[in-house]
């Protein structure tokens, strides 16, 4: 704490710039240029090992440059990222442009006879495994389009299969929301098709897009750069994958979940040894091992990076000690026979050995960073101390599938000690702290005002010391909003820090910061996880919790009572006791103040905002009996959703 102190003081005191200079805009500073060579000099970024991988077993591509959804707007834009070649540019990370190289490779590929994979359509990979009569579909991408686009050049390519089942690895939307593209609600509910996923999918789904959606989705834009354009000073990937595609996802529930001692099935003929994996990359995962066909499936387990232990959109921190016992056993039981492993993210790794070493270095890159943040966290070391000091095992010099390119080594060790101690590092100062407003401006004031912060900032540029500049500036922001000189330096040091950072998460954070600061506030969200479809998917008693977590005591007006909801066309019933500063939902059915009865495709269209309950009732689509007031009051309680708050500005 001293040497910060000591550093302040010294630029404080340190010649200042004249705070009147223009920042630069689009183009990698001289400090810049330097970092990104030093990364060049250290890795070995001329093995091409990942681009065979990664080439091996094309066969087509999807015609045409772009995947539209059902109302005609663009899902994905085929060979957005082709200005990915040659050598990187001096905006851009040179190991994360390799990554982002193998990464954009897209079309239908062929793992082995019987296995395929849709690559490079979406964030995620689309696996096809080729059962006695149809195709089994392992993780459908994101939105439906993409989804569909995908299974007709495999029909196109390899012949007409119907789907006989879906299988989600995990409760992440990339991996289950474009099911509708593969398969009808109707195919499912009729049992002419199977949905299988982890035990507790559903709850976890759930919880991800519904509880927090609307916070998370918002990340979302940063974490994944969704309102930057592609090119050599903009998006160029994600390193898990190069983007999200774009449309409302669908959430269906499984026909089947697997246990936590898995399970061996037999699904279209072939034979899944499915393996529990909860609570690792998802709270609900599961791996499967094809034993006629020699093939390990890691779902998000094990993938060619390092992955997110808490990822920047938000969710519950990962357990790392879990996630490296899980990818041993998985090495234990499958490594040695298993000819091939596959992901769902990125290419598979071929060749027994290869296997086992890619699963011992995923292992212990999960390990590394368990047992390095307790021993420094043992020794006293502060959550920031043990980020900056925590380095890297020493294989990561030389996999680059072990590499900071979706998680990073900083970003994790912070979520593990997250996990353990929480979000308080010991000192006594930081244990109520001032709001982030009312701080700046104390800080700006102690700094001699906003000009003289201007020029601390500018001092800091200028020598490439971005993280303080990026400090400084932001106090002054938040101090000000208004200050626009502010708002332009702080911009052009998040793209110095987005240009230098080898995860594709930082980068798009750094980027989409300094995208709004200069042209406000004005992304869309792209991905809709809070939709219609979604909605009406759930059950009830998730969907009155997540309007619990709207609810605004400020709004309650009345003394409340209980409010009994009917669903006749589902046979669902939710009680929902409605006080003046909690609203509490139990499913089932209690003596209550007011009765509605309504049916779920209604109550949605209530939800979504397209009709009133006055029109509803007055349709006869809802019936209420009781205090009618007290609906009143629910709903006049809740919070509407701003799914565009602003994040670089107060």
Same mark, same amino acid.
């Given at each position: 704490?001293? *040497?910060?102190?000591?550093?302040?003081?010294? @630029?404080?005191?340190?010649?200042?710039?004249?705070?009147?200079?223009?920042?630069?805009?689009?183009?990698?500073?001289?400090?810049?240029?330097?970092?990104?060579?030093?990364?060049?000099?250290?890795?070995? @970024?001329?093995?091409?090992?990942?681009?065979?991988?990664?080439?091996?077993?094309?066969?087509?591509?999807?015609?045409?440059?772009?995947?539209?959804?059902?109302?005609?707007?663009?899902?994905?834009?085929?060979?957005?990222?082709?200005?990915? *070649?040659?050598?990187?540019?001096?905006?851009?990370?040179?190991?994360?442009?390799?990554?982002?190289k193998l990464n954009s490779i897209h079309g239908l590929f062929k793992?082995?006879?019987?296995?395929?994979?849709?690559?490079?359509?979406?964030?995620?990979?689309?696996?096809?495994?080729?059962?006695?009569?149809?195709?089994?579909?392992?993780?459908?991408?994101?939105?439906?389009?993409?989804?569909?686009?995908?299974?007709?050049?495999?029909?196109?390519?390899?012949?007409?299969?119907?789907? /006989?089942?879906?299988?989600?690895?995990?409760?992440?939307?990339?991996?289950?929301?474009?099911?509708?593209?593969?398969?009808?609600?109707?195919?499912?509910?009729?049992?002419?098709?199977?949905?299988?996923?982890?035990? =507790?999918?559903?709850?976890? &789904?759930?919880?991800?897009?519904?509880?927090?959606?609307?916070? %998370?989705?918002?990340?979302?834009?940063?974490?994944?750069?969704?309102g930057l354009p592609a090119g050599k000073t903009g998006h160029v990937?994600?390193?898990?994958?190069?983007?999200?595609?774009?449309?409302?996802?669908?959430?269906?529930?499984?026909?089947?979940?697997?246990?936590?001692?898995?399970?061996?099935?037999?699904?279209?003929?072939?034979?899944?040894?499915?393996?529990?994996?909860?609570?690792?990359?998802?709270?609900?995962?599961?791996?499967?091992?094809?034993?006629?066909?020699?093939?390990?499936?890691?779902?998000?387990?094990?993938?060619?990076?390092?992955?997110?232990?808490?990822?920047?959109?938000?969710?519950?921190?990962?357990?790392?000690?879990?996630?490296?016992?899980?990818?041993?056993? %998985?090495?234990?039981?499958?490594?040695?026979?298993?000819?091939?492993?596959?992901? +769902?993210?990125?290419?598979? !790794?071929?060749?027994?050995?290869?296997?086992?070493? &890619?699963?011992?270095?995923?292992?212990?890159?999960?390990?590394?960073?368990?047992?390095?943040?307790?021993?420094?966290?043992?020794?006293?070391?502060?959550?920031?101390?043990?980020?900056?000091?925590?380095?890297?095992?020493?294989?990561?010099?030389?996999?680059?599938?072990?590499?900071?390119?979706? =998680?990073?080594?900083?970003?994790?060790?912070?979520?593990?000690?997250?996990?353990?101690?929480?979000?308080?590092?010991?000192?006594?100062?930081?244990?109520?702290?001032?709001?982030?407003?009312?701080?700046?401006?104390?800080?700006?004031?102690?700094?001699?005002?906003?000009?003289? &912060?201007?020029?601390?900032?500018?001092? &800091?540029?200028?020598?490439?010391?971005?993280?303080?500049?990026?400090?400084?500036?932001?106090?002054?922001?938040?101090?000000?909003?208004?200050?626009?000189?502010? *708002?332009?330096?702080?911009?052009?040091?998040?793209?110095? @820090?987005?240009?230098?950072?080898?995860?594709? !998460?930082?980068?798009?954070?750094?980027?989409?910061?300094?995208?709004?600061?200069?042209?406000?506030?004005?992304?869309?969200?792209?991905?809709?996880?809070?939709?219609?479809?979604?909605l009406n998917s759930i059950p009830a008693i998730s969907l009155f919790?997540?309007?619990?977590?709207?609810?605004?005591?400020?709004?309650?007006?009345?003394?409340?009572?209980?409010? /009994?909801?009917?669903?006749?066309?589902?046979?669902?019933?939710?009680?929902?006791?409605? =006080?003046?500063?909690?609203?509490?939902?139990?499913?089932?059915?209690?003596?209550?103040?007011?009765?509605?009865?309504?049916?779920?495709?209604?109550?949605?269209?209530? @939800?979504?905002?397209?009709?009133?309950?006055?029109?509803?009732?007055? +349709?006869?689509?809802?019936?209420?009996?009781?205090?009618?007031?007290?609906?009143?009051?629910?709903?006049?309680?809740?919070?509407?959703?701003?799914?565009?708050?602003?994040?670089?500005?107060?």
């Open positions: 704490m001293g *040497k910060s102190i000591g550093i302040f003081i010294t @630029l404080a005191a340190a010649p200042l710039l004249i705070a009147a200079n223009q920042p630069p805009e689009g183009s990698a500073t001289q400090a810049t240029k330097s970092a990104n060579a030093k990364v060049a000099a250290r890795l070995p @970024l001329a093995d091409q090992t990942d681009f065979e991988n990664a080439n091996r077993g094309f066969l087509a591509k999807i015609e045409g440059d772009r995947i539209l959804n059902e109302d005609g707007s663009i899902a994905w834009e085929i060979g957005q990222f082709d200005f990915i *070649k040659d050598a990187a540019p001096d905006s851009v990370n040179p190991s994360l442009w390799r990554q982002s793992v082995k006879d019987g296995i395929y994979q849709l690559r490079g359509y979406d964030l995620a990979v689309m696996t096809l495994i080729a059962g006695k009569t149809g195709w089994i579909v392992v993780d459908p991408f994101t939105t439906p389009a993409p989804a569909k686009a995908g299974l007709a050049l495999a029909n196109k390519t390899l012949g007409e299969r119907p789907v /006989q089942a879906v299988i989600f690895t995990h409760s992440h939307g990339d991996h289950f929301g474009g099911v509708s593209g593969v398969a009808s609600a109707a195919d499912i509910q009729s049992g002419k098709v199977q949905i299988i996923a982890p035990h =507790g999918f559903l709850g976890e &789904a759930i919880g991800e897009n519904i509880l927090a959606g609307t916070t %998370m989705n918002r990340r979302v834009q940063f974490q994944f750069g969704t990937g994600t390193g898990l994958g190069q983007y999200l595609s774009k449309g409302d996802i669908a959430l269906l529930p499984p026909t089947k979940s697997i246990g936590k001692d898995g399970e061996t099935v037999i699904i279209d003929g072939v034979t899944f040894e499915f393996m529990d994996a909860s609570e690792t990359e998802a709270p609900a995962e599961l791996v499967f091992y094809l034993p006629e066909h020699k093939a390990l499936h890691s779902a998000e387990v094990a993938t060619r990076n390092f992955h997110n232990v808490l990822t920047p959109r938000g969710a519950l921190v990962r357990d790392t000690l879990k996630w490296s016992k899980v990818i041993d056993a %998985m090495l234990a039981r499958y490594g040695a026979k298993s000819d091939v492993l596959l992901a +769902s993210h990125h290419w598979p !790794t071929w060749g027994s050995a290869n296997v086992q070493t &890619a699963l011992k270095n995923q292992r212990g890159l999960y390990r590394y960073v368990h047992d390095q943040t307790l021993r420094l966290a043992n020794q006293g070391a502060t959550m920031h101390e043990i980020a900056e000091n925590i380095g890297e095992p020493d294989f990561a010099a030389s996999d680059f599938g072990v590499r900071d390119y979706y =998680g990073t080594m900083n970003h994790n060790a912070k979520a593990v000690y997250q996990r353990y101690f929480g979000w308080w590092d010991g000192v006594p100062a930081h244990y109520h702290q001032l709001p982030p407003e009312e701080a700046s401006q104390k800080y700006v004031a102690a700094m001699g005002g906003a000009d003289r &912060a201007l020029a601390i900032g500018e001092t &800091a540029f200028a020598s490439g010391d971005y993280r303080w500049a990026a400090m400084v500036f932001n106090h002054i922001v938040f101090a000000d909003p208004a200050n626009e000189a502010a *708002k332009k330096w702080l911009a052009s040091t998040y793209e110095q @820090l987005g240009f230098q950072a080898e995860a594709g !998460t930082w980068r798009n954070i750094y980027l989409s910061g300094a995208m709004e600061l200069r042209q406000g506030n004005k992304q869309g969200d792209a991905t809709a996880t809070t939709n219609a479809r979604v919790d997540a309007m619990a977590a709207r609810f605004n005591p400020a709004k309650m007006t009345g003394t409340g009572g209980i409010i /009994q909801f009917s669903f006749p066309d589902r046979q669902e019933k939710v009680s929902v006791d409605l =006080g003046k500063s909690v609203m509490f939902p139990r499913a089932g059915e209690t003596n209550a103040n007011a009765q509605v009865a309504v049916n779920r495709d209604d109550f949605t269209r209530l @939800l979504m905002r397209e009709i009133s309950p006055r029109e509803l009732i007055a +349709s006869g689509a809802m019936k209420m009996s009781g205090d009618a007031g007290l609906l009143a009051a629910m709903f006049g309680a809740l919070d509407p959703v701003d799914p565009q708050f602003d994040i670089v500005t107060p």
